[in-house]
């Protein structure tokens, strides 16, 4: 999912103790790594594929090996992105990355060399890629369609029935992985995907890269960076996961996160009963809101949206606020009228794509079942997520079963890397305090392991990928920096470097209107689970 925090803080802390300080610079994976330098550079051929938002997109596509300790082994096909520079002096490529892991990154690139201010982005190559797996690249997972159709058991497995039923999902998707691309999965993972970026370097004729990475690209940047230092000019890790509890305790911790977030929006949705009609006390909202959960799991709206697809449709108001008018009219509409019409609106909108079916999915589960172990009791995941639902009823379960293939997943887990990094420029950071994808301990704590890094924080926002976002004050900072290298310092009185206040509420809509809701370019362009 997106990934996840309190009671896991004990489990993160003894994760983070016990990662191994060797896991990157252990001599086997640096010897794969210049013998993959060793061969000769690729050479991009860069075509228009221009659309009317990003008329000058230029694509192209890139060779790697499969496997990086093998380089003239079998090969496999990266897709490229690109929007060249315009000024005369340019400060080279940066690429971008939405996160995921999973998500495409070809017309992030056209977004953000649209929302970065025009001089800026003027100095700048921006190049997007489709990390191996993802989306055009070759090949493109896609290991069970349809894992996702409705109507699927309730996330909540208050029964052994409904236990089991979920389990079989689960068990199903990670031997279809397996069948399908048994060659493929020991290679997909986020080791892999670093030794692809500086290969992209290499192809793109670049002795350093700049960097821009959201959610899950936090991750990828800090990793790369870790195995080539010496390679990273500027890197901007915006919404930042947590490297000392990548996998299975950073989902649980997650769950708790996501639970404020929805009730933060059942708490705005109280403030303004003036326009829902469901009261003024958010306690009272959260009863109806499990309430109308429960009538769901009984009887689906339009045969398609049960317990699952429900929290599905709900999950988006975790990570932007922007959503919240669209979920407060569908709730609304099904708690005082019994009205399901909207509510089955909102799962075609944002719930069926949040169930991120298809290669998005299978790239997810592949690089976060091969990254890191997660374990294989499964009496360990019932006990674990029981304590965490009972605090956080939300998500818990239905984060549980969307990575539960982990528990069956059939190559080898790898170990998290330690990122820790004393050999690079200034690296800029943007944190949200109230981020639930992402939650505000992975900024502090990449903070602390990149030496020289800079903070940026959002305080008192709950948004999940913060910049290019309408905030001013973050934007300032990152056009500063990206431009000259500028990052602000704090007075060592805290652990920010710089604040800047969250934006205001959204406001209910005043006609009912099928446009999107704010932001949700860049929303759709990170996906919904990291």
Not at 1 to 9: D, E, G, K, N
Not at 332 to 344: C, F, H, I, Q, S
């Amino acid at each position: 999912m997106s990934q996840r925090a309190a009671v896991l803080c004990g489990a993160a802390a003894v994760a983070a103790a016990t990662l191994s300080t060797a896991a990157l610079s252990a001599a086997p994976a640096q010897a794969g790594v210049h013998r993959a330098d060793a061969a000769p550079a690729a050479r991009l051929a860069w075509k228009k594929c221009g659309t009317t938002a990003h008329p000058t997109l230029q694509c192209a596509s890139l060779k790697v090996p499969l496997d990086h300790s093998d380089p003239r082994g079998r090969k496999i096909t990266l897709a490229l992105s690109r929007v060249p520079h315009t000024a005369k002096t340019s400060q080279g490529p940066l690429l971008v990355n939405p996160g995921g892991p999973g998500g495409s990154g070809l017309t992030l690139a056209g977004f953000v060399a649209s929302a970065l201010p025009a001089k800026v982005a003027a100095q700048y190559d921006v190049i997007g890629f489709d990390p191996r797996g993802v989306g055009r690249s070759d090949p493109a997972l896609d290991c069970a369609p349809g894992h996702f159709d409705p109507v699927r058991p309730d996330p909540v497995p208050l029964t052994p029935g409904v236990e089991h039923a979920n389990l079989t999902r689960a068990k199903a998707f990670a031997d279809a992985c397996g069948r399908k691309y048994a060659d493929v999965l020991p290679h997909i993972g986020t080791v892999a995907a670093a030794r692809d970026l500086d290969l992209i370097r290499r192809a793109l004729g670049a002795d350093r890269i700049s960097y821009f990475g959201y959610s899950y690209g936090t991750y990828l940047g800090a990793v790369y960076a870790r195995l080539y230092p010496e390679r990273v000019r500027r890197a901007v890790l915006d919404s930042v996961v947590d490297p000392t509890g990548v996998g299975y305790e950073n989902n649980l911790v997650q769950d708790l996160a996501f639970d404020d977030r929805h009730r933060a929006f059942l708490a705005w949705v109280a403030r303004h009963h003036g326009t829902y009609g469901l009261g003024a006390d958010p306690e009272r909202l959260e009863t109806a809101w499990y309430a109308m959960r429960a009538e769901l799991a009984r009887k689906p709206a339009d045969g398609r949206v049960g317990a699952a697809e429900l929290e599905d449709t709900f999950l988006p108001g975790g990570y932007h606020d922007g959503y919240w008018p669209y979920l407060a009219e569908a709730f609304a509409a099904y708690a005082r009228d019994g009205d399901t019409e909207p509510l089955v609106e909102a799962y075609e909108d944002f719930g069926a794509a949040n169930a991120s079916t298809g290669n998005g999915y299978s790239v997810y589960t592949a690089v976060q079942c091969r990254d890191t172990g997660w374990p294989r009791d499964w009496g360990r995941w019932r006990e674990d997520n029981w304590a965490v639902h009972e605090r956080a009823p939300f998500m818990t379960w239905n984060n549980a079963w969307y990575n539960a293939p982990c528990a069956f997943w059939p190559t080898d887990a790898g170990r998290p890397v330690d990122v820790a990094n004393d050999r690079l420029p200034p690296v800029l950071l943007f944190q949200a305090t109230g981020d639930a994808a992402t939650p505000y301990r992975g900024g502090a704590t990449v903070h602390r392991l990149l030496r020289g890094s800079s903070l940026v924080v959002e305080d008192g926002g709950g948004n999940h990928g913060v910049t290019l976002s309408g905030n001013a004050c973050l934007d300032g900072h990152l056009a500063a920096y990206l431009t000259d290298g500028t990052v602000p310092r704090g007075d060592g009185g805290g652990e920010a470097d710089a604040v800047c206040a969250a934006g205001p509420d959204p406001k209910p809509l005043d006609v009912r209107t099928s446009a999107p809701p704010p932001g949700e370019t860049l929303r759709t362009l990170l996906g919904f689970r990291p």
